[in-house]
């Protein structure tokens, strides 16, 4: 690959990598709040709340993120609105996400012993307190590794909303492949790419959690 | 049934066809990663260095690159390199490389769940290298990574629907066609979202009788058991 074609196709490949990060950073937050929610609702929601956010978290653990996608995507036109490629990818990830998000936050949960919630309604807190003060400081250390593995898993999906036309890293690759062709060096390089972001997160993921995430 | 449904129900041989593919994928996709994984797995616990190397570089290679990007490598990458496959065949391959690389972690995950004790045990009793791999741990681990194992499946299933990037008309492909013919949105993805669901729960029920028959003691594995390895640990002592 000469020099020029490396220069000029790693500086649209950077743009790429921008929108990438952006992608995943505002799906991050949604999936987060959203698995969150989906979890405290399974454990403590009122009414029917638990079966539901069950049924969330089973739809979307048994189906693919393209499909999602391609739901919003293709689904908000059909009721006559218009949804940017961004706007759907950042509803489509966290949604699909947050269902993952959940099932790991809703294990932390399950992980506080009995006990304290008992100690916490005798000392008077609410139950929103309760959880907030007393349960979700405690989780972290279970929960961080798998949720980081989890938040590994979303920025590589990220890719997938290229299938429904978003400019981003693995996009941008298919641009340069479909100009210029040499779809080895440029999907190389994209690699390169993905696998910088990557591979510290899932240094960290193994450092933290070496087998329990591993055969879950 | 309104008409949009009527319509639909024209391509249900399309629908059936298209599932079968999937399964088809699926299946000859997990025989690969399963053979690929427990070499990786073998490979990382291997005395020589280079085996080890290329185990390392295989498994954090495709762990830290998405799998989309992996199909475009062999199916649009390996042509200029002088190796032309279909897309079946690419798909397969893509995809039973990738799963490989995560089975070989939990393979090794499992491997290492079994006690040292019980190597060194079976050391003294003067079993070969080999024989306490074959008889000691693999029975062993292969208890402790079946639920994981099945997940990676299950994911596996999901992931076919990528190939519908390199036009293989699995689930996802064959609703993209058949979405840009009838413009039947709501209706073509409702459908594929079932035949997925489908799909997905009957593999892992399928992988639950077995995971019920095959161990001793029975490995139950309803979703209550294919919860994180750590949460059955915090349940059962409380």
């Given at each position: 690959?000469?020099?020029?074609?490396?220069?000029?196709?790693?500086?649209?490949?950077?743009?790429?990598?921008?929108?990438?990060?952006?992608?995943?950073?505002?799906?991050?937050?949604?999936?987060?709040?959203?698995?969150?929610?989906?979890?405290?609702?399974?454990?403590?929601?009122?009414?029917?709340?638990?079966?539901?956010?069950?049924?969330?978290?089973?739809?979307?653990?048994?189906?693919?993120?393209?499909?999602?996608?391609?739901?919003?995507?293709?689904?908000v036109s059909y009721f006559g609105y218009a949804i940017d490629?961004?706007?759907?990818?950042?509803?489509?990830?966290?949604?699909?996400?947050?269902?993952?998000?959940?099932?790991?936050?809703?294990?932390?949960?399950?992980?506080?012993?009995?006990?304290?919630?008992?100690?916490?309604?005798?000392?008077?807190?609410?139950?929103?307190?309760?959880?907030?003060?007393?349960?979700?400081?405690?989780?972290?250390?279970?929960?961080?590794?798998?949720?980081?593995?989890?938040?590994?898993?979303?920025?590589?999906?990220?890719?997938?909303?290229?299938?429904?036309?978003?400019?981003?890293?693995?996009?941008?690759?298919?641009?340069?492949?479909?100009?210029?062709?040499?779809?080895?060096?440029?999907?190389?390089?994209?690699?390169?790419?993905?696998?910088?972001?990557?591979?510290?997160?899932?240094?960290?993921?193994?450092?933290?959690?070496?087998?329990?995430?591993?055969?879950? | 049934?309104?008409?949009?449904?009527?319509?639909?129900?024209?391509?249900?041989?399309?629908?059936?066809?298209?599932?079968?593919?999937?399964?088809?994928?699926?299946?000859?996709?997990?025989?690969?990663?399963?053979?690929?994984?427990?070499?990786?797995?073998?490979?990382?616990?291997?005395?020589?260095?280079?085996?080890?190397?290329?185990?390392?570089?295989?498994?954090?290679?495709?762990?830290?690159?998405?799998?989309?990007?992996?199909?475009?490598?062999?199916?649009?990458?390996?042509?200029?390199?002088?190796?032309?496959?279909?897309?079946?065949?690419?798909?397969?391959?893509?995809?039973?490389?990738?799963?490989?690389?995560?089975?070989?972690?939990?393979?090794?995950?499992?491997?290492?769940?079994?006690?040292?004790?019980?190597?060194?045990?079976?050391?003294?009793?003067?079993?070969?290298?080999?024989?306490?791999?074959?008889?000691?741990?693999?029975?062993?681990?292969?208890?402790?990574?079946?639920?994981?194992?099945?997940?990676?499946?299950?994911?596996?299933?999901?992931g076919t629907s990528l190939l519908s990037a390199i036009a293989?008309?699995?689930?996802?492909?064959?609703?993209?066609?058949?979405?840009?013919?009838?413009?039947?949105?709501?209706?073509?993805?409702?459908?594929?979202?079932?035949?997925?669901l489908v799909l997905s729960s009957v593999l892992s029920w399928?992988?639950?009788?077995?995971?019920?028959?095959?161990?001793?003691?029975?490995?139950?594995?309803?979703?209550?058991?294919?919860?994180?390895?750590?949460?059955?640990?915090?349940?059962?002592?409380?």
């Open positions: 690959m000469s020099s020029e074609l490396l220069t000029t196709s790693l500086a649209i490949l950077i743009q790429g990598l921008v929108a990438t990060l952006l992608l995943s950073a505002a799906s991050i937050i949604g999936g987060t709040l959203i698995g969150l929610l989906a979890a405290v609702l399974r454990s403590f929601g009122p009414w029917g709340t638990p079966r539901i956010a069950r049924l969330y978290t089973e739809l979307f653990r048994g189906t693919p993120v393209l499909i999602t996608l391609m739901f919003i995507y293709f689904g490629v961004f706007a759907a990818g950042v509803v489509g990830l966290s949604v699909y996400q947050g269902a993952y998000i959940a099932e790991i936050f809703r294990s932390g949960i399950e992980a506080v012993p009995k006990g304290q919630w008992e100690v916490s309604q005798i000392l008077g807190l609410s139950k929103t307190q309760a959880f907030f003060s007393v349960a979700l400081p405690q989780t972290g250390k279970i929960v961080m590794p798998p949720l980081i593995g989890q938040y590994l898993s979303l920025i590589k999906d990220t890719s997938i909303v290229s299938m429904i036309g978003m400019s981003e890293l693995m996009h941008a690759g298919q641009a340069i492949v479909d100009r210029v062709g040499k779809p080895v060096e440029i999907y190389g390089l994209v690699a390169v790419l993905y696998f910088v972001v990557c591979f510290p997160l899932s240094q960290w993921v193994r450092h933290h959690d070496r087998r329990r995430s591993l055969l879950s | 049934m309104s008409y949009e449904w009527l319509t639909l129900a024209g391509y249900w041989n399309d629908f059936v066809r298209a599932a079968w593919l999937t399964l088809q994928i699926t299946l000859l996709a997990f025989i690969l990663a399963m053979l690929l994984g427990l070499l990786a797995a073998l490979a990382s616990a291997a005395r020589v260095g280079l085996l080890r190397a290329i185990a390392s570089v295989y498994i954090e290679a495709i762990r830290n690159t998405p799998v989309l990007l992996q199909i475009f490598i062999v199916f649009f990458g390996l042509p200029s390199l002088g190796v032309t496959l279909n897309a079946y065949t690419a798909g397969v391959i893509a995809l039973g490389v990738n799963v490989g690389a995560y089975l070989a972690e939990v393979f090794r995950a499992g491997i290492q769940s079994v006690p040292r004790g019980q190597l060194e045990a079976a050391s003294i009793l003067g079993l070969g290298r080999a024989q306490i791999f074959v008889e000691v741990i693999l029975p062993q681990a292969a208890r402790a990574v079946y639920p994981a194992i099945v997940n990676n499946l299950i994911q596996l299933l999901l293989l008309p699995e689930l996802s492909g064959t609703a993209t066609v058949i979405n840009a013919r009838t413009l039947l949105y709501l209706q073509t993805f409702t459908i594929t979202l079932v035949a997925y399928i992988a639950g009788q077995i995971g019920t028959r095959v161990f001793h003691p029975p490995l139950v594995m309803t979703k209550r058991s294919r919860r994180p390895f750590f949460m059955a640990r915090q349940s059962d002592r409380t």
